[in-house]
């Protein structure tokens, strides 16, 4: 089975701190992308990328960069860590196929800002 | 712009009933529409995934259909038990690669 793994289930930071989240997956995937959740607002996405050292910004960029140094890795970064960024943050990641491009999810990081 | 409607936004049936979820899309133009699941606090877990030139995709007591022209999908839940109850949400992918993903239908099966 597929796993993408997030390293921090849950995570407190304080307002204008710099946040890395980690993100890995085990099957070898192309594309890997991070959306975030908010009642209300649904799933709504950050970044994607489709290689290693490639970035695609995605609906909601601001405030956010990401880093993919190595395939199996991306990691999603708050520049400077706001109240309005506390959210429940997903990590994803998919083949490159035309006809099986399930999406696989991590399990969340919950991100409290103060 | 792509927008993606799930109704109704919460569901209860008792145990054993048959159950539909409905999905809506406003732009025909999709690659794939995606089912998924979502428990609480957790992440998403793909049930099924249609492609734009299929009508409908099974997996064990689920079925799931797509009418492309309609901007419609069905999730089709036969048999339902407590442990189905989750979070349904349904996906498009559209071009560019994103997926746009519905609200979501929460269903609660009650014993």
């Known amino acids: 089975d597929v796993k993408v793994t997030q390293s921090s289930r849950y995570l407190v930071k304080r307002t204008g701190e710099k946040v890395f989240l980690e993100c890995v997956q085990d099957m070898d995937h192309e594309n890997m992308f991070w959306y975030r959740q908010d009642p209300g607002l649904g799933l709504r996405l950050i970044y994607f990328?489709?290689?290693?050292?490639?970035?695609e910004k995605g609906d909601i960029p601001e405030g956010y960069s990401v880093s993919r140094e190595k395939k199996e890795r991306f990691s999603l970064i708050l520049e400077s860590a706001s109240t309005n960024q506390t959210s429940m943050y997903l990590c994803?990641?998919?083949?490159?196929?035309?006809?099986?491009?399930?999406?696989?999810f991590g399990s969340g990081t919950q991100l409290s800002v103060l | 712009k792509q927008e993606v409607t799930q109704i109704p936004a919460a569901l209860s049936v008792p145990e054993g009933e048959n159950l539909v979820l409905n999905c809506s899309f406003t732009d025909s133009a999709i690659y794939n529409l995606q089912w998924f699941r979502q428990d609480p606090g957790k992440g998403l877990t793909s049930l099924l995934l249609?492609?734009?030139?299929?009508r409908e995709q099974t997996s064990g007591r689920l079925n799931a259909s797509l009418d492309k022209s309609s901007g419609r999908s069905t999730l089709y839940i036969a048999a339902s038990q407590p442990g189905d109850s989750a979070t349904y949400l349904c996906a498009v992918k559209i071009q560019g690669g994103k997926l746009i993903f519905g609200q979501g239908t929460e269903l609660s099966v009650k014993p």
């Open positions: 994803a990641s998919s083949p490159w196929s035309s006809t099986n491009e399930k999406l696989f």
């Open positions: 990328s489709y290689d290693v050292k490639m970035k």
């Open positions: 249609i492609q734009s030139s299929q």
